[in-house]
């Protein structure tokens, strides 16, 4: 992800939105006046779009994936491992988002799978200081897949 900065006319401002959101993945614009109140200053949070798609499905994220049970597992062996007063490495929160958005596909969890996957996934986003602009689970999806084809 990056930040773009562009000062244009205020006359162009909406063509040049409409252009970037046609080239990348954008979040919303944020329009400020120049200092002479000539022009006006676009900023904008975008990301490259794939030849497939900006977000992977969850089948391509999730095909190399171990068990649901295995990372289950995993996480919780990481995490009781954990010695006293250090971090998690972002490879356990991302395979915790993972798993909790895998379970929450499945639409058989009691409560709320979903809720609880969504704050995982924007709990990683967080960690990465990634631009909120995409479903926070989309965003696991994209994450893992690349994660799971480097492994």
């Known amino acids: 992800m990056f930040e773009i900065r562009i000062i244009c006319e205020p006359d162009d401002s909406d063509r ?7 080239a990348f993945t954008t979040g919303p614009v944020r329009r400020l006046p120049t200092r002479d109140g000539k022009q006006v200053r676009l900023y904008v949070t975008a990301d490259h779009r794939s030849n497939t798609g900006p977000w992977a499905t969850p089948e391509e994220a999730y095909t190399l994936a171990p068990s649901i049970v295995r ?44 809720e609880v996957a969504t704050e995982a996934a924007a709990r990683l986003m967080d960690m990465d200081d990634a631009a909120v602009i995409c479903d926070p689970r989309h965003y696991v999806r994209q994450q893992y897949a690349h994660w799971i084809k480097s492994q």
Do not use: C, H, Y
């Not at 289950?72 to 909790?100: E, H, M, N, S, Y």
């Open 71 to 114: 990372e289950i597992g995993w996480t919780a062996q990481t995490a009781a491992d954990k010695p006293f007063g250090t971090r998690l490495p972002r490879d356990f929160w991302l395979r915790k988002a993972a798993v909790l958005d895998r379970i929450a596909l499945q639409g058989k969890a009691n409560g709320d799978a979903s």
């Open 16 to 22: 040049v939105s409409q252009a970037l959101s046609e």
